[in-house]
C-alpha cells in the first residue's frame, strides 16, 4: 500500500461556552469563541482513505513547539514527506517528520486508520487490544465569573451523566473558592475533582492556594507553576497533600520530573506529542516510572477524539479522568455519527481503523473562509 496523494480541508467550528484560561504568571488569557481545524486525508493506491485532524489551530503554538502553516504551505509539506509512502513504515514516518505537535499527529491519526482499515481492525487492536473499554472523562468548565452560569452548567453536565470534572483556576483565589464551592455542591461529594490553575502561580502562592482550595475534596491540581519549572514543581509537590498534575508533550520533559520526583500525574495526549505512535512510548515511560497518565486535550472534534479514545482503550495507566471534552464544546462537527456522552465516557468506535467517516456536508458547510 503507497499513499497517493493528499487532501486538507479547513473547518471552524463555535463553542458552545466563550472560555478563558488564566495566563502564565498570572492574569486571564484571551477569551475563545470559536476554533478552527484542518481535516487530513490520505489516499492510496488501494483505495483506502486515512483521516486525521490537526486540532485547534490557533492553539498549537500554546501546546506543541512550532507552528501550524497556512494550509497550502501545510498542504505542500504533507505531500512532500507523505506521498509515495508506505503507511506501514510508521517509525521511520515519525523519524522524519518534517512537522511537530498538532501537525505532525495529523499525518500519524491518517496513518493509523489506514494500517486499521488494510487490517480490518479498531485501531485500539493495533495498540495492544481493549484493556479499558470505559475510560473516564471529566469536563472541563473554563473561567468565568458568573456562578449561577457555571452552576448551570455544571447541572447540565452532571444530568448527562459526568461524574468527573476539572476547573481552570488562577485569576482569582476568592472566586476560585466559590466556584469550587458551586462545583462540589453541584457535582456532589463522590465526584471527582480537578483544578488547573495553567501556571498562574509562583511556589508561595501554588501553596497557599492549594491548601485554601484542599477542603473542596481536591483530587488533583494541575499546572500550579509555569510549565517546565521543574524545580518549583518538585517543591510544591513536597509541600502540599494532593497530586500534581503537570504536561509532558516532550520526553525530555517528563524525563526532568520524572528524575526529580515532582509529579503525580503525567498529563498528554495525541496531539501534544505529534501522534499515536509517539504517545504509547510516553505511555510506556511513565509506566515504567510509576508515575500515572490522563489524556489532555486541545479541545479535538470528532476525528481527534477518535484517536484519544482508541489509545484510552488500549491502555491501563490512566489515573485520573482524561479532558476529552471536544465534541460536547462545539456546537458541530464534521463525523457522520458525532459521539455522545454517557456516565462521563464516551463510546470506543469499533470500525476499522479510527472508526469514524467524515460527514461531506458538514466539511462543506462548516467551510474555513479564505482555505
Known amino acids: 500500500m503507497r499513499i497517493t496523494d493528499v487532501t486538507l480541508h479547513g473547518v471552524q467550528t463555535p463553542r458552545r461556552y466563550a472560555t478563558v484560561c488564566a495566563a502564565p504568571g498570572g492574569g486571564a488569557d484571551a477569551t475563545v469563541e470559536c476554533s478552527r481545524h484542518y481535516l487530513l486525508e490520505l489516499h492510496t493506491d488501494v483505495g483506502l482513505t486515512g483521516i486525521g485532524e490537526v486540532s485547534d489551530v490557533e492553539m498549537v503554538p500554546v501546546y506543541t513547539p512550532g507552528y501550524v502553516p497556512p494550509r497550502d504551505a501545510l498542504l ?97 483565589l476568592d472566586l476560585d473558592d466559590e466556584r469550587l464551592a458551586v462545583a462540589r455542591e453541584v457535582a456532589g461529594p463522590h465526584a471527582e475533582l480537578k483544578i488547573d490553575a495553567s501556571g498562574a502561580w509562583d511556589v508561595p502562592g501554588a501553596i497557599a492556594a492549594i491548601e485554601r482550595l484542599q477542603r473542596h475534596g481536591l483530587a488533583g491540581v494541575e499546572t500550579p507553576v509555569p510549565v ?85 482503550a488500549s491502555t491501563a495507566t490512566l489515573a485520573l479522568s482524561s479532558d476529552l471534552i471536544g465534541p460536547a464544546m462545539y456546537t458541530d462537527d464534521v463525523i457522520t455519527e458525532p459521539f455522545v456522552y454517557a456516565d462521563s465516557t464516551l463510546r470506543i468506535p469499533q470500525g476499522p481503523g479510527l472508526g469514524v467517516e467524515l460527514d461531506r456536508d458538514k466539511l462543506e458547510q462548516l467551510a474555513w473562509p479564505g482555505v
Open 76 to 172: 505542500e509539506t504533507y505531500r512532500w514527506w507523505l506521498v509515495g509512502r508506505d503507511p506501514f513504515d510508521r517509525g521511520r514516518l515519525h523519524a522524519e517528520r518534517p512537522l511537530n505537535g498538532l501537525a505532525a499527529a495529523a499525518a500519524d491519526m491518517a496513518v493509523h486508520d489506514l494500517l486499521g482499515k488494510a487490517a480490518g481492525v479498531p485501531v485500539y487492536k493495533l495498540l495492544g487490544g481493549m484493556t479499558n473499554p470505559r475510560p473516564l472523562l471529566c469536563w472541563v468548565a473554563f473561567i468565568r465569573d458568573d456562578l449561577r452560569a457555571l452552576r448551570e452548567e455544571l447541572a447540565e453536565k452532571v444530568a448527562a451523566g459526568f461524574r468527573a470534572f476539572k476547573l481552570k483556576v488562577g485569576v482569582d
Open 228 to 312: 517546565g519549572q521543574v524545580e518549583d514543581l518538585a517543591a510544591v509537590r513536597r509541600a502540599v497533600d494532593v497530586m500534581i498534575l503537570e504536561h509532558a508533550n516532550e520526553f525530555e520533559l517528563a524525563l526532568r520530573m520524572i528524575r526529580a520526583d515532582a509529579v503525580d500525574v503525567i498529563n498528554t495526549y495525541v496531539g501534544g506529542v505529534g501522534g499515536i505512535y509517539p504517545l504509547i512510548k510516553m505511555l510506556a515511560l511513565c509506566e515504567a516510572a510509576q508515575v500515572g497518565v490522563l489524556l489532555g486535550s486541545t479541545l479535538e472534534l470528532g476525528v481527534g477524539t477518535a484517536a484519544q479514545l482508541h489509545v484510552a
